[in-house]
């Protein structure tokens, strides 16, 4: 490990290409590893990759997963029937799920029938059984059993919490939707009511992990919305676990426009503790050309690195071709999951 962190901070590419394709090689014989805990924190498209990642490694997997969102058909179940929003849950059941068919039905989407155009049927599911089992946490089990999850899928609060922001300029934002659609740049974000209490499974999990994944992700509006929920935030500073953030490949329009990668690790320990992060990593992959172009159109760049700036943080970093090449917005989960099980 000493000798690829080191080729990484030396910006080797072709050190790096060999090393992550020897890693690979070692994890594909090595498979599952015995009594690893791994824990993953975050929401929205970035927390199923990690997942996939940790499948190929991890012996207990958890995701704890944000129930801030107020959008799509997860927002029309919380505001039609009061359900916490079980979107970015489904995602997770679906990363993590055995049973290749049921995954697919989960998945699915109405694209007509007036009131149920738009609507996941994974989320009507989980509606469904949440009524049926007299509780939130309950569906979800449930509905882990179906798919035959490999793991689990934890909210990082059961109470009904809405997602507040502040921009620069001090105008206020209310919804994760609205959050993530600014065009102003934000300084803070704020849970309402801010004293919501942490689901005790998701304290445990991390206090008992291994390893903990942060992100990739949103970091306004799907990782910080789970560590700001205090218990969660406690528990991953006293954890004893490695505390790993993935840095976004992108920058997000409004919500980290022009964000380096400092910039994203500074805006996380600043919301709460520096002892959140030990790890960041970060692509070397530039993307393919002929992508930047659509890319910059919808105000999305590449997030520049910034290693001495990282470091002067007191946080490792470790710098990595982890691009997916078929979709070059995202990680690739078997690069990824190279690296990290090697930091376990």
Request: glycine letters at 10%; charged letters at 20%.
């Amino acid at each position: 490990m000493l000798s690829f962190a080191t080729e990484t901070l030396r910006g080797r590419s072709k050190g790096l290409t060999a090393v992550n394709r020897e890693l690979r090689a070692n994890s594909e014989e090595r498979g599952i590893m015995p009594d690893i805990k791994a824990v993953a924190i975050g929401g929205g498209t970035g927390l199923p990759v990690v997942l996939r990642c940790l499948k190929q490694y991890a012996s207990n997997v958890t995701a704890i997963v944000s129930v801030a969102d107020d959008g799509g058909s997860s927002g029309r179940l919380r505001r039609d029937i009061g359900i916490l929003p079980p979107g970015d849950i489904r995602n997770c059941l679906v990363a993590l799920a055995k049973d290749e068919d049921m995954a697919g039905l989960f998945k699915y989407r109405f694209t007509q029938g007036d009131g149920i155009a738009g609507h996941n049927l994974g989320n009507l599911i989980i509606a469904a059984l949440t009524d049926l089992h007299g509780s939130f946490e309950d569906g979800v089990r449930v509905a882990s059993e179906i798919l035959s999850v490999q793991g689990q899928v934890l909210p990082s609060t059961v109470g009904n919490v809405v997602l507040r922001a502040a921009t620069f300029d001090d105008e206020p934002i209310t919804g994760q939707v609205k959050i993530a659609q600014t065009s102003k740049p934000l300084k803070a974000v704020y849970l309402d009511p801010p004293d919501i209490e942490a689901y005790p499974a998701a304290v445990e999990a991390i206090l008992e992990a291994d390893q903990v994944i942060i992100g990739p992700g949103s970091v306004f509006t799907s990782i910080l919305p789970n560590l700001m929920v205090s218990g969660i935030g406690r528990a991953l500073a006293k954890s004893k676990a490695i505390k790993i953030y993935v840095c976004n490949v992108l920058t997000q329009p409004g919500e980290t426009d022009l964000f380096t990668a400092c910039d994203h690790v500074t805006a996380i320990i600043d919301h709460g503790s520096a002892d959140w992060i030990d790890v960041a990593v970060v692509n070397t992959r530039p993307l393919p050309g002929e992508k930047l172009t659509g890319y910059a159109e919808s105000r999305r760049y590449p997030v520049s690195i910034t290693t001495e700036s990282i470091q002067s943080l007191g946080i490792n970093i470790i710098l990595a071709d982890v691009l997916d090449e078929g979709n070059p917005s995202c990680h690739d989960p078997d690069k990824l999951a190279s690296i990290l099980r090697e930091l376990v």
